[in-house]
């Protein structure tokens, strides 16, 4: 008979649902061939298994593995049965179809000496991939899933303020950050967030995003299994060739709930558009656009598109998370569509007051919410000195669930997290209690909800024979035609001579491609000395991008 403890309500939670909640579902995975349905009395035996596997491979409590598992059902009794055995698990990223998996997996190299994993479980096909790409990590230790036996459960309570999990940006490979999480950051941001999304366990949640990012981690993992709200799990690349699949298990499972960034948005209206009465979705409660900046011509082009399969504004809601405070820390009304602001843009730099416009004239921002239970937002300005509400800076928040620090990185965690409060490096203002996010400070570039830092997508090209070393400049310029930000890679020859081109580019996009995960929307080569740098010797990417446009506009 499994016992429950209340002094860890996460490890509570599930325990008391495999004793009470045995045959209902817990997960409906959706794989290219057969879908599983996984129930409550399912994910306790796989939990069991893996939970016994960990034990025969030695590993004790407070030890962090790493997951590398591609869209399989063990996802789920691998990372809950190291959470319920007190061993720190974080999911990981395997290859795409696209990817070269020998450069891919040697990036991740100077990641896996930082972190010194207690075991990397995985199977023996990625196993062989990280193997010959000749990937090692302290100790070797390795748990394969074919390997793990059915054993019965038995659960190692631990205190709430021990680490539960890693969450790892998704977008950077070498220099991915690792934010630990505990149990009492997890079960009160989850216990706040799910009041104001009022979720419950009839509740249906509808997913394809992978669990490796904090979007499909929490909103699609850990919050439902908290409350016991069932969730349809779809192959995040089935889903990108196939994006009817989403529409497909809404109307099948009666979905109510989904998280997308904005670029996904745009994908479904984009391809689905010939057949958009073919569904019935009118039994969703929220399509939830976060993880990229919210666009209002988004949202308008996908309640038009699919109106007739009974989409309407109020379903189209906006969230504010990030990893740092576990996931959201705004969430805009469910019952009513998202305010909007038009303003001018030339008013929306740091310190200044965004002014109104009317339409047409300006640009139109739309909110991502109001703080939810228990959150302070404020905003600062370069000093990190709190400044008046409507001033456009820094957004800082200070929550009772903010992060216990980036793994193995003070310096880091000293510079973002500072008197309580979590400063994000997004620029924003706050009008009438509602947060407006207008971007990233820092050179971030967001695309399709991955965080792809510029200086490394640079730093791994700049070395590419036939480039000139250290002039090359990764630009992103938000695209109205797709709705979504886009990779834009600037870099100068060694030479003059233009008879390389074809070669170089596409050795740029398969190197970005195998490491980051994404293609560049363009590429342009220009001869030597032609980038833009700064007084100090920098390139300059403001200047460069401006460069890019009027070179573009002049086609």
Not at 201 to 227: K, R, T
Request: aromatic letters at 8%.
């Amino acid at each position: 008979m499994l016992a429950t403890d209340p002094t860890n309500r996460y490890q509570s939670a599930l325990l008391a649902h495999f004793a009470l909640r045995r045959s209902e579902v817990f997960c409906r995975h959706v794989g290219d061939v057969a879908d599983t349905v996984l129930t409550w009395g399912d994910l306790e035996a796989e939990c069991g298994r893996f939970a016994d596997a960990y034990r025969r491979a030695s590993l004790a409590p407070r030890d962090q593995i790493l997951i590398f598992l591609r869209h399989r059902h063990e996802l789920y009794g691998t990372f809950f049965g190291a959470m319920l055995s007190g061993i720190v698990p974080a999911y990981m990223p395997c290859t795409s179809p696209r990817q070269d998996a020998s450069l891919y997996w040697r990036s991740h190299q100077e990641l896996l000496n930082a972190i010194k994993p207690a075991a990397v479980v995985t199977d023996q096909v990625t196993l062989r991939e990280m193997r010959d790409a000749g990937l090692s990590w302290p100790g070797e230790r390795t748990v394969l899933i074919d390997d793990a036996e059915p054993a019965r459960l038995e659960p190692l309570v631990v205190d709430e303020g021990e680490v539960a999990f890693l969450q790892h940006s998704s977008g950077t490979t070498g220099l991915k950050k690792g934010v630990r999480l505990t149990f009492n950051a997890v079960c009160e941001q989850i216990e706040r967030y799910g009041r104001a999304l009022r979720i419950s366990p009839e509740d249906a949640i509808v997913s394809w995003l992978p669990l490796y990012h904090d979007m499909g981690l929490i909103a699609c993992l850990i919050l439902p299994a908290f409350f016991a709200t069932p969730v349809t799990h779809i192959d995040p690349f089935d889903w990108i060739g196939r994006p009817a699949t989403l529409f497909d298990h809404i109307q099948r499972d009666r979905g109510t709930l989904t998280w997308m960034p904005n670029f996904a948005f745009e994908h479904l209206a984009a391809t689905l558009a010939p057949r958009a009465n073919e569904w019935d979705l009118s039994s969703m409660r929220a399509f939830v656009n976060c993880s990229e900046p919210c666009k209002p011509l988004t949202f308008d082009r996908f309640a038009r598109t699919f109106a007739a399969s009974g989409v309407s504004p109020q379903q189209l809601q906006c969230c504010y998370a990030m990893a740092e405070s576990v996931f959201a820390v705004a969430q805009t009304d469910l019952w009513r569509p998202p305010r909007r602001v038009v303003v001018d843009p030339v008013t929306t730099h740091r310190g200044a007051t965004p002014a109104e416009v009317t339409s047409g004239t300006g640009e139109e921002i739309i909110e991502v919410g109001r703080g939810i239970d228990g959150v302070v937002l404020t905003i600062h300005d370069e000093d990190g000195a709190e400044i008046d509400d409507g001033k456009v800076g820094e957004i800082a928040l200070a929550a009772p669930f903010l992060f216990a620090g980036y793994n193995v990185d003070s310096v880091r965690t000293d510079r973002r997290l500072r008197e309580g409060r979590y400063f994000t490096g997004d620029l924003g203002f706050i009008r009438q209690g509602r947060l407006f996010v207008l971007g990233r400070i820092d050179d971030v570039i967001i695309i399709n909800g991955r965080n792809l830092y510029a200086h490394e997508i640079e730093r791994v090209i700049g070395d590419i024979l036939g480039l000139k070393a250290g002039r090359v400049a990764a630009l992103r310029w938000f695209d109205p035609r797709i709705g979504s930000a886009t990779l834009i890679v600037m870099a100068e020859r060694a030479l003059s001579d233009t008879s390389c081109d074809t070669t170089l580019r596409h050795a740029i996009t398969t190197t970005i491609q195998s490491i980051f995960g994404v293609s560049p929307r363009q590429i342009v080569l220009i001869g030597p000395g032609l980038l833009v740098k700064t007084s100090s010797g920098k390139i300059s990417r403001a200047e460069n991008l401006s460069l890019y446009l009027r070179h573009r506009n002049s086609e």
